[in-house]
């Protein structure tokens, strides 16, 4: 759960392209996080799990492959802006698509248990939605 | 606004509106407005949330923030800083890293003409010290927010006093948070549980343990022995970390306290804060001579906004309307 789910896939979040299926994403966190902290994208579309290898990601107008956020720390992404998920799938303009996403945010200054782990504050959706 | 007993001022931590932020049905200029409207003239913020494009502090969006505090008479009263310890997944910052971390924070409160800068309950106390000169050289005092389960005899308190002491330095101080002063258990957060679908009988028993001011460290252990799941251990955790200590213990550390965390989770119709007994504290920072900014923090948009419509804006505003009527001001 988390405190605002409905908003993290929006009713406009979808859009296609000739390469795919864009998934506009928005953070269920009160304030900008560095891009280390996603962590953890597990995307199903149609039933079909994404592998997050397989997944380009565009933030502050930057197109990175999913696993180099592990190394962004110094950009940040905002409360209000999305991360756009590009999902290699077939899709076109007014097709649905049955979005799942359990989407963990790595808290970096909250840190829990023996480890020391940063706090994994987790947000699920799954909804149906039309790509534009 | 000050009368003659007190020089105690009010403000807005905009963290208050982060639920309309996230929403998109405030901007930055709204919530500064919403403040403004009802006295509250210190605006505090979070530069996480309130900084597009953060951490790249614009000479435009400067320029535009100072327009606005003179559009609405507001003064910039605090930021709030993060110690991202956990910054890079495969280490952990060092020391100096940390230190670092708190001079960025203390250069954007100066810019955005901030004289206070909240340090967030885990940064250290050698970090403190270590950050101290810098912030004396800009002029700007670093506060570490004293912040539930943390009380002014907890051992981590302790030994950020013992900092302050030995040093005397003047850019160190406390922000004490008021969910320091949780005398009776949110209902709004009980209510939430019993939504989720806690057990009733779970929850009465926490709710009256708490409100008995009984012993709760070792709740989460005895909701696992009474059957609880998880939503029925997470209400305990948080039983266990909210707390009631006597607020006139903040006597004792007054001239430390340059700010006040205004945290709240229900204003009621009548203007009165459920849990936390405000008609008990402001008198004591009254008699202690406290002349910094009670600064709202609301917080509880979270237990609400799955089943009600969450307004801060009005939850803001009846806070400041009992402020006013607890430090006399008159209209």
Redesign the interface.
């Known amino acids: 759960m988390g405190p605002l789910d409905d908003q993290v896939v929006r009713e406009d979040s979808l859009t296609a392209t000739a390469d795919g299926l864009n998934v506009a994403v928005y953070t269920h966190w009160y304030r900008a996080l560095p891009l280390t902290s996603l962590t953890k994208v597990d995307l199903t579309v149609d039933g079909q799990p994404v592998d997050p290898a397989t997944l380009s990601v565009t933030v502050n107008g930057h197109r990175y492959e999913f696993a180099e956020l592990a190394v962004k720390a110094d950009e940040y992404w905002f409360t209000t802006d999305p991360v756009v998920l590009h999902v290699p799938v077939a899709t076109a303009p007014g097709r649905q698509h049955r979005i799942q996403l359990q989407l963990g945010l790595s808290i970096p200054y909250i840190l829990t248990g023996p480890d020391r782990t940063p706090l994994l504050t987790p947000s699920s959706t799954d909804k149906t939605l039309t790509a534009a | 606004m000050t009368n003659a007993r007190h020089s105690i001022k009010r403000g807005v931590s905009l963290?208050s509106y982060?639920e309309e932020?996230?929403?998109?049905t405030m901007s930055l200029e709204d919530c500064i407005r919403a403040a403004s409207e009802i006295g509250a003239h210190g605006i505090e913020i979070?530069p996480?949330?309130s900084i597009?494009?953060?951490?790249n502090l614009t000479e435009e969006f400067v320029d535009t923030w100072f327009a606005w505090m003179e559009k609405y008479g507001t003064t910039p009263t605090a930021t709030n800083s993060?110690?991202?310890?956990?910054?890079?997944?495969d280490r952990?910052l060092t020391v100096e890293e940390q230190i670092a971390s708190i001079r960025t924070d203390i250069d954007v409160a100066v810019r955005l003409g901030m004289p206070i800068v909240k340090a967030?309950i885990?940064t250290s106390p050698e970090v403190m010290e270590g950050a101290a000169p810098y912030a004396e050289e800009k002029g700007v005092q670093l506060l570490i927010e004293v912040h539930a389960p943390f009380h002014y005899e907890h051992p981590w308190i302790l030994e950020h006093l013992e900092v302050m002491h030995r040093t005397q330095s003047p850019a160190l101080g406390l922000m004490p948070d008021m969910m320091t002063y949780v005398k009776r258990f949110p209902r709004v957060v009980s209510e939430r549980a019993l939504r989720?679908g806690a057990n009733p009988a779970i929850v009465d028993y926490i709710v009256e343990l708490y409100d008995d001011h009984g012993d709760t460290h070792a709740l989460m252990d005895i909701v696992n022995y009474r059957g609880g799941g998880p939503v029925e251990y997470g209400l305990a955790r948080v039983a266990s970390h909210y707390i009631w200590t006597d607020p006139r213990k903040m006597l004792d550390h007054m001239p430390l306290i340059k700010h006040i965390q205004a945290k709240f989770y229900e204003m009621t119709e009548d203007e009165v804060e459920y849990s936390i007994p405000y008609d008990e504290i402001i008198p004591v920072l009254i008699e202690g001579g406290f002349d910094g900014y009670l600064s709202s923090e609301y917080e509880g948009?979270?237990h609400i906004?799955?089943a009600f419509p969450v307004d801060s804006v009005e939850q803001v505003r009846r806070q400041h309307a009992m402020f006013v009527r607890l430090l006399g001001e008159v209209a």
């Open positions: 963290y982060q932020t996230f929403l998109r979070i996480e949330q597009p494009d953060f951490t993060y110690l991202d310890t956990k910054l890079y997944p952990w967030t885990n989720d948009n979270r906004q799955d």
